[in-house]
């Protein structure tokens, strides 16, 4: 069944950013994804999209096991890749199992940010404005379609879920819309599509953090396309976090 966004409470368009969903995830001014100097909007891309599940560290969600559970919160790329929390989830290192579990980012992590990830490669004059994002997501994973697995986690450059994109959910967790809002940006109908940082003419798949509903194997991809779909977590993707300052 199609669900639609919530209603914008009175704001002016203008003021989404600096108030989405403020009384959950905190004020401040967010800003998403990336564009080229040419204004293209972009997602970072490595390793061709490929496969993995021996460790290499690619833009897969989880690098040992090609399952979500853990969900959002213990995913190996939050960590390693994105550095949006400093914590590393339980079990990391070793094949992904079920009753994983996800840490919150400490307040340190953006000043001390995980060495070889995103987060490291900022400015640190960004980095130390940067504000925490509490973000509710589906947690645990392995296509349990239900509430109670519904969580917060705490970040600094998380990546969307589906209904924040979509004002919808598809292939998420049908409970994350409760606590979600849709960002202005999509809901006033700016295309989804995404293009390679390195090959701006050509569209990507890129990753959500919202892990799939009716599997252990899938997180949740805007297409090449734009639209909606599930992808292997042992997948590479394009990644386009966001932040608050």
């Not at 199992?97 to 987060?119: F, H, I, K, Q």
């Not at 090959?199 to 953090?209: G, I, L, Q, V």
């Amino acid at each position: 069944k199609r669900r639609e966004a919530p209603k914008n409470q009175g704001f002016p368009p203008f003021l989404y950013l600096l108030y989405h969903n403020r009384f959950i995830e905190g004020n401040g001014i967010t800003f998403g994804t990336f564009k080229d100097k040419d204004g293209v909007d972009i997602c970072l891309v490595n390793n061709l999209f490929s496969y993995s599940i021996d460790g290499t560290k690619i833009f897969n969600m989880n690098h040992w096991g090609n399952y979500n559970y853990g969900g959002w919160a213990g995913c190996d790329l939050r960590y390693d890749i994105l550095g949006s929390t400093d914590q590393a989830p339980s079990g990391y290192g070793e094949a992904v199992t079920e009753g994983r579990t996800g840490y919150d980012a400490s307040s340190t992590t953006a000043t001390n940010p995980v060495p070889n990830t995103l987060m490291a490669a900022l400015p640190a004059e960004l980095r130390a404005v940067m504000k925490p994002i509490t973000k509710f997501s589906d947690n645990t994973g392995g296509g349990k379609n239900t509430h109670a697995i519904i969580t917060t986690a705490v970040d600094y450059l998380p990546l969307l879920a589906e209904f924040e994109i979509f004002g919808r959910s598809v292939y998420s967790n049908y409970y994350e819309f409760r606590a979600l809002q849709q960002y202005e940006y999509y809901r006033i109908g700016n295309s989804r599509v995404k293009y390679y940082h390195d090959a701006p003419d050509t569209s990507a798949y890129w990753w959500e953090r919202s892990p799939y509903y009716s599997g252990a194997s899938y997180f949740c991809i805007v297409n090449h396309s734009g639209y909606a779909g599930p992808n292997s977590a042992s997948a590479s993707r394009g990644l386009a976090p966001a932040f608050k300052v």
